[in-house]
């Protein structure tokens, strides 16, 4: 077994794709439907998948950057929802974009809701299993994120990701990617459903990227020479994520890259870079 193969990473918000494709499944089954607005708001499952739920980002309150300069654990879900309610829309569902990581913390609670298991037994019954990903997990508490190869230097507790924060090896990072893409786990209607992109302009400052979209859980943008990217970039306070497949491709690739900084364009661009090498 190579180093790579033993190496742990934190997907950081890759975790958002594999929700979104849990939630798909759901959908699927019948279980969750798309485009009922949620019992007692206004906004529908298809619009937290896609940012367009009108909900802020509790990331970019103050009070969050406070409790995590000052290494707090992280918010119990009553004291996240207690924040979500004080919280006023920023726009009306459906007529704005805006990245929210309230949005899939509510995704999280739906699917556990839903399926009557923890968001990791949830994802690795629906999504990772099925797929072939067996050894990436849920990090609950600090010792798990030292695990990872960047360490955890900030001392940042893992459930400040309210979501949920998938860990595992480089290479399942990218074979989940390529097996959700090029499988068959999701139906071709929501295989479509989750490609339909809403256009993010202007494209965020600093990152490699020509145009930008985000479909449901998935990242959709363009970058000479290799065209339409489907993925997802992640940050956390030591490290970025970002898997990409690349569908004009000949044939198609799927590329992960990790490293330890801030910068999420760092990551992009090693994708970017390898992408190319590999298509030539």
């Known amino acids: 077994m190579s180093e790579h193969d033993t190496a742990i990473v934190p997907w950081w918000s890759i975790t958002k794709t594999c929700l979104a494709a849990c939630t798909l499944v759901l959908v699927a089954g019948g279980r969750l439907e798309l485009d009922r607005p949620l019992a007692g708001h206004r906004f529908t499952l298809r619009q937290l998948l896609q940012h367009t739920s009108g909900l802020d980002c ?17 918010w119990s879900d009553d004291e996240l929802i207690r924040q979500f309610e004080t919280q006023t829309p920023l726009y009306e569902p459906g007529q704005g974009w805006g990245y929210s990581n309230f949005g899939y913390f509510l995704i999280r609670r739906m699917i556990e809701q839903t399926t009557g298991m923890d968001i990791e037994r949830a994802l690795k019954a629906l999504v990772l299993g099925p797929l072939g990903i067996e050894r990436s997990f849920i990090a609950r508490t600090r010792a798990d994120l030292a695990l990872s190869v960047f360490g955890d230097e900030d001392d940042f507790h893992p459930g400040w990701v309210a979501h949920g924060l998938l860990m595992g090896p480089p290479s399942e990072v990218a074979l989940f990617m390529h097996r959700l893409l090029t499988g068959s786990l999701l139906p071709p209607p929501l295989r479509t459903a989750m490609r339909e992109r809403r256009v993010i302009e202007p494209v965020p400052a600093g990152r490699p990227w020509q145009t930008a979209g985000y479909g449901l859980g998935l990242m959709i943008n363009t970058a000479p020479p290799l065209g339409l990217s489907i993925g997802h970039t992640g940050q956390g306070p030591d490290s970025v994520s970002a898997a990409y497949h690349f569908p004009e491709s000949n044939p198609p690739i799927t590329v992960a890259a990790f490293g330890p900084t801030d910068q999420q364009r760092v990551a992009e661009c090693a994708v970017l870079e390898e992408a190319a090498r590999l298509s030539k």
Do not use: F, I
């Open 58 to 74: 509790y990331t970019e309150m103050d009070a969050y950057e406070a409790a995590v300069e000052h290494h707090a654990d992280a």
